[in-house]
């Protein structure tokens, strides 16, 4: 992955739409102002492999985000699938998985990469940002979402991934637990707002750009916030800037 330390490069934005022209035409719009691209279940259902294509095009990296669950040696084939495709920066899958996944999974994203190239980096989702306690407790899941996002972090790390997708909440927690080297993305962001509110949508444990650079987020994950946007341009560069002000 090259390393670019302008302030926009820790800006992912979610490019959740069900048509590749209307994300194209999105995309194309605000490349300058990010860092990566983000296509997940949404847009990959409606577009397939086109979308990681088109989009790539742009010049920005992308984050296949398709959250692979699945028994290890599917799992193992998709990964390997989407680290094939070129533009692909960042893939995960959910590390409930399991340690068999988990494992097949990072071995699957190194192999076929010749020696010396750069792999895409391979993530595990921890707990998603729109559950809360009970809605774990509902799934079965214990403990409380910070407990659980850092065991399964550190299961992660231990069976090969290189990072974790989890809420600002506990990404110091786990920037602790997990050491430096170890990428922690966040989902669950929301600029506040003029009235000192934040918008959630479905999120449930949110936070704001500052705060989640300033507990330790390698990149943060926004959708609604800037596609939804009346000025996305202005919405990104708002939350380019406050990524700045906080590093
Ligand atoms: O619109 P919003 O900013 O809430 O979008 C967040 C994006 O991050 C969505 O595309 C969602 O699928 C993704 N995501 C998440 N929580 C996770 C992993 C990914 O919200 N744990």
Known sequence: MTFDAHP????????DFDSLTTALKFAKSVSDLVGMFKIGSQLFTSAGPE???????????????????????TVAGAVLGAAAMSG??????????????????????????PMGADRPRLLAVTILTSMDQKTMRETGIGGSPLTRAVKLAQLSKKCGVDGVVASV???????????????????????????????????????????AIKAGSDYIVVGRPIIAAEDPRAAAQVIVDEIASAK
């Open 51 to 73: 979308a990681v294509k088109q989009i790539a095009a742009l010049g920005n990296g992308i984050f296949l985000d398709l959250k692979y669950h699945d028994i290890p040696n």
């Open 169 to 211: 909440q506990e990404a110091r927690a786990i920037r602790k637990a997990c050491g430096r080297d170890f990428l922690i993305v966040t989902p669950g962001v929301r600029p506040a707002e003029k009235s000192g509110e934040r918008k959630k949508d479905d999120q449930e444990r949110t936070a704001t750009p500052a705060q």
């Open 8 to 15: 926009r490069s820790s800006l992912i934005v979610a490019l």
């Open 88 to 113: 692909v920066q960042l893939v995960n899958v959910h590390s409930l998985g399991g340690s068999a996944m988990l494992r097949a999974a990072a071995q699957a994203v190194s192999a076929g990469v």
